[in-house]
């Protein structure tokens, strides 16, 4: 596997210049929109109006992470807005396999996140409904977190069970990635990181993202 892609979490970003945040990160694979309604997780951050102006202005495609409760009912209108992948939490859908291919009949590509306690072996007989797999190496809520170890074994049983069926899907790895966490998950096989704070937290987003993409690549 060679493709290593670094998605900076605007949840780290100035959000009142997002715009020109954006323009920072142009170097990125895509860019992570966070989205919260403080009833999945006790964190609120922004909504479909919000994503479909950065969706307007934002260099590179958007990584939409939908952290809401119904999500069955939410989640195809960020496909229609044009939003590249679309990412619901298995613990918020009532019918996963026939959301996933919602989003993928409206355009998008369909991710699907577990949280760090959440097994994927109930889901390995639908991976093939999924472009990208995410698992959240932090309980999602909030940016800064330091990353799980504990998730490697599950990061690990996943990349066997996507190699071993040889369908195409991304493993995304999203909480507390740094230029040494990175390495740890890289080896234990995924292949696209989320990084906030170390992204936004450093002076110059796009040097730290080249940084990122070094350790990620030679890990793998
Ligand atoms: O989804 C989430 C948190 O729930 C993430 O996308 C964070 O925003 C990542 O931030 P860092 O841990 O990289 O600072
Ligand atoms: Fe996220």
Redesign the pocket.
């Known amino acids: 596997m060679t493709e290593c892609c670094i998605n900076p ?1 605007i ?2 970003a100035d959000f009142v210049n997002l715009e020109a945040e954006l323009k920072r990160i142009s170097n990125a694979d895509a860019v ?1 929109v ?1 989205v ?1 309604d403080n009833h999945f ?1 006790p ?1 609120l951050t922004l909504g479909l109006p919000v994503v479909e102006r950065i969706q307007a202005v934002s260099p590179v495609p958007l990584d939409a ?1 939908l ?1 809401i409760a119904d999500a069955d009912r939410w989640a195809p209108a960020y496909a229609d807005a044009g939003v590249a992948s679309v990412t619901f939490h298995a613990e918020a859908a009532m019918a996963p396999i026939k959301l996933a291919r919602e989003l993928r009949a409206r355009g998008a590509k369909a991710g699907m996140a577990l949280r760090p306690a959440t097994p994927v072996e109930p889901y390995l007989d639908m991976l093939s409904e999924l472009d990208m797999l995410l698992i ?1 190496t ?8 330091s ?1 799980l170890d504990v998730t490697l074994p599950k990061i690990r049983r996943a990349r066997a069970a996507i190699d071993g069926s040889g369908i195409g899907v991304a493993i995304q790895v ?5 230029e040494e966490t990175i390495v740890r998950a890289a080896e234990a096989g995924a292949n696209v990181f ?6 936004y ?1 450093h002076a110059d987003p796009a040097a730290a993202i080249e940084r990122l993409r070094a350790a990620g690549l030679a890990a793998m």
């Open positions: 979490s949840l780290s992570h966070d919260m997780v964190n992470h952290m959240m932090v309980e999602p809520g909030f940016g800064g977190q990353f999203d909480g507390g990635v740094t989320v990084a906030g704070s170390a992204v937290g």
